[in-house]
């Protein structure tokens, strides 16, 4: 029985990690056609430079390179001009930041919000006592309407209904934060990165999208830019462009 207990845990195990795999090579795919696109390069470019077929290219765009060898990796990621290690994870030691792209959006949502009187502390911490509430990526306060607002911004969704838990984790702390002898008004807004896994993801998991951040994004846009503009009613979304410099409206459907 332990023999066959232990086989089957080796199996699952197994499974786990082709999974796993399976959504590293998705990660891969995007950030290869990302840094393709950003160098300035066709599919046929990065083949031709890498030594491989314009559809094995575009195979590992798609997010299918689960099975390419290290060797491929290195080539498509020497083509298009990063170190692998940076390529992969971003690791320490490489060309920039691992959380480079993070750190992008933080930077252009604290300059978009300026001219509309927000002050935005990023990575600012809370309370040590819920693992939610450790830090939030950006914290908007508007001193002169009472108003705060709890920003997360994501490059890449790993569980979508844990981010949505710990955004209400937030907004509580938040508010636990606050001068607590003022009335604030609080929100919470996701900013993702317009990329078309995130955009197929929200839109097959449009009803519960739609449900979460009912705020119109054209009045959150007008709310974070000017100040004359009040909090939309709802929490809100809104896309990253690729650059991370500009802010979209999100169009979410129930």
């Known amino acids: 029985m332990s023999s066959f207990n232990a086989s089957r845990r080796a199996g699952a195990q197994a499974r786990s990690g082709r999974v796993r795999a399976g959504n ?18 066709t599919q046929d470019g990065v083949a031709e430079r890498a030594g491989l077929s314009q559809g094995h290219v575009s195979h590992l765009e798609r997010g299918r390179g689960r099975t390419a060898s290290i060797e491929t990796w290195a080539m498509v990621a020497a083509a298009v001009g990063e170190q692998l290690v ?24 604290i300059s978009i919000a300026a001219p509309g009187g927000w002050r935005a502390p990023p990575e600012l911490r809370l309370a040590q006592d819920a693992p939610w509430s450790r830090s939030i990526d950006v914290a908007l306060v508007r001193r002169a309407t009472a108003e705060a607002v709890v920003v997360e911004i994501w ?43 995130n955009r197929q993801l929200v839109t097959e998991l449009g009803p519960i999208f739609a449900a979460r951040f009912p705020g119109n994004a054209g009045a959150w846009l007008r709310a974070l830019t000017d100040p004359a503009e009040r909090l939309p009613d709802g929490d ?11 802010l979209k409206a999100s169009r979410l459907r129930g």
């Open 24 to 41: 590293v090579a998705v990660r891969l795919g995007i950030a290869l056609r990302d840094a393709r696109r950003n160098a300035g390069l």
């Open 86 to 109: 940076g390529f992969l994870e971003r690791a320490p030691g490489a060309d920039v930041p691992r959380d480079i792209e993070h750190l992008r959006r933080q930077g252009a949502l």
């Open 236 to 246: 809100g979304l809104l896309w990253s462009n690729r650059t991370g410099s500009a």
């Open 155 to 197: 490059n890449w969704f790993e569980d979508v209904g844990g981010a949505l838990r710990a955004l209400d984790g937030k907004v509580a702390a938040l508010r636990d934060h606050l001068d607590p002898s003022v009335e604030w008004t609080l929100r919470g807004l996701f900013i993702v990165r317009d990329t078309r896994r």
